[in-house]
T-cell receptor, first 111, second 113 residues
Framework: LAKTTQPISMDSYEGQEVNITCSHN???????ITWYQQFPSQGPRFIIQ???TKVTNEVASLFIPADRKSSTLSLPRVSLSDTAVYYC????????????FGTGTQLKVEL | NAGVTQTPKFQVLKTGQSMTLQCAQD?????MYWYRQDPGMGLRLIYY???????DKGEVPNGYNVSRLNKREFSLRLESAAPSQTSVYFC????????????FGDGTRLSIL
């Protein structure tokens, strides 16, 4: 069961790039890395998923180094609406009952 | 397209009462999940279902039962509610059986007095 560690909180300003790192030292060969965003009083929302190197979609990029012991979620040019809690989840395909979220990173974006 | 729908949105129970939380998804997803989230904490998996008729325990299954009678619905039952079960409960689903949820409902806020 891959345990994840994230910073508790981060602050940024509108228009800046934000990078949130998740440590997962005991990641297994078959594990994937998934990031979610959660606003107050809502369920988490899937952002991006990756296995290695770099993945990019319309909202974020995910950087995974060769050893895969960490991953970095990159949010380009954040706005006030990106203020939320961000979670990384690490687990293998098919391991549905073995995946647990960490405590997440509270991102606060200010003007 | 509703996605994942949870009912009720709010509920207050007395200790010892029973209740079933309902969850339905309209995306024809195979996997469904129940999580609980306590204040200031991440989500903890209660139960997981990879397909209709199958369920597996997650991290915190004690005090709960689940039922996946069809592909669309996954219910969570508290047989004898306890104050420690006061929490926000989220249901989620995913298309494959890879165990990583894609879509979440907006939660059921449950208080047990």
């Amino acid at each position: 069961l891959a345990k994840t560690t994230q910073p508790i909180s981060m602050d940024s300003y509108e228009g800046q790039e934000v990078n949130i790192t998740c440590s997962h030292n005991n990641i297994a060969t078959n594990d994937y890395i998934t990031w979610y965003q959660q606003f107050p009083s809502q369920g988490p929302r899937f952002i991006i998923q990756g296995y290695k190197t770099k993945v990019t979609n319309e909202v974020a990029s995910l950087f995974i180094p060769a050893d895969r012991k960490s991953s970095t979620l990159s949010l380009p040019r954040v706005s006030l609406s990106d203020t939320a809690v961000y979670y990384c989840l690490v687990g293998r395909r098919g391991g549905g009952n073995k995946l647990t979220f960490g405590t997440g990173t509270q991102l606060k974006v200010e003007l | 397209n509703a996605g994942v729908t949870q009912t009720p949105k709010f509920q207050v129970l007395k200790t010892g009462q029973s209740m079933t939380l309902q969850c339905a998804q309209d995306m024809n997803h195979n996997s469904m999940y129940w999580y609980r989230q306590d204040p200031g904490m991440g989500l903890r998996l209660i139960y997981y279902s990879a397909s209709e008729g199958t369920t597996d325990k997650g991290e915190v299954p004690n005090g709960y039962n689940v039922s996946r009678l069809n592909k669309r619905e996954f219910s969570l039952r508290l047989e004898s509610a306890a104050p420690s079960q006061t929490s926000v409960y989220f249901c989620a689903s995913s298309e494959g059986q890879d165990g990583q949820p894609q879509h979440f409902g907006d939660g059921t806020r449950l208080s047990i007095l």
